[in-house]
């Protein structure tokens, strides 16, 4: 008897912040909504807090983010620090162009991955799914 497909898992994208550019994450939900994520926008201009009682209300396995440049150091410890308070484990990306002095700070922060310009759709859904695999 065969098995039934398995969903990924459920994405949520959030715009951080004063973010009104969503064009990356309309173009990463239309990727992963294609490799039968389920993706669900919170919209534009999200405070952190918001973000993670969200995830948490919709029981998302992964969480990407898009914020402006410069703010990101701050914003990515706000949401990690909303997650932890609500002892939350997901997997926080950012999605974004980013200094390479940046990366270090992103993952030592906690970020589980960033999603750059550019980036593969082969290459994004694995990293998205090795993530929700293991926070499951």
């Given at each position: 008897m065969p098995l039934a497909p398995v969903t990924p898992g459920r994405l949520l994208l959030a715009n951080v912040g004063l973010d009104g550019f969503d064009r990356g994450l309309k173009a990463l939900a239309r990727r992963l909504g294609d490799a039968g994520f389920e993706?669900?926008?919170?919209?534009?201009?999200?405070?952190?807090?918001?973000?993670?009682?969200?995830?948490?209300?919709?029981?998302?396995?992964?969480?990407?983010?898009?914020?402006?440049?410069?703010?990101?150091?701050?914003?990515?410890?706000?949401?990690?620090?909303?997650?932890?308070?609500?002892?939350?484990?997901?997997?926080?990306?950012?999605?974004?162009?980013?200094?390479?002095?940046?990366?270090?700070?992103?993952?030592?922060?906690g970020v589980a991955g960033v999603v750059a310009p550019g980036s593969g759709a082969p290459q994004t859904v694995a990293q998205f799914a090795s993530a929700v695999r293991y926070s499951a």
């Open positions: 993706c669900i926008s919170t919209g534009l201009f999200q405070q952190p807090r918001a973000v993670a009682q969200a995830a948490v209300d919709q029981r998302a396995d992964a969480i990407a983010v898009s914020m402006p440049s410069g703010a990101h150091p701050t914003l990515v410890h706000m949401l990690i620090h909303e997650l932890w308070s609500r002892e939350a484990d997901i997997p926080v990306f950012v999605v974004g162009a980013f200094a390479p002095r940046d990366l270090a700070a992103l993952a030592a922060a």
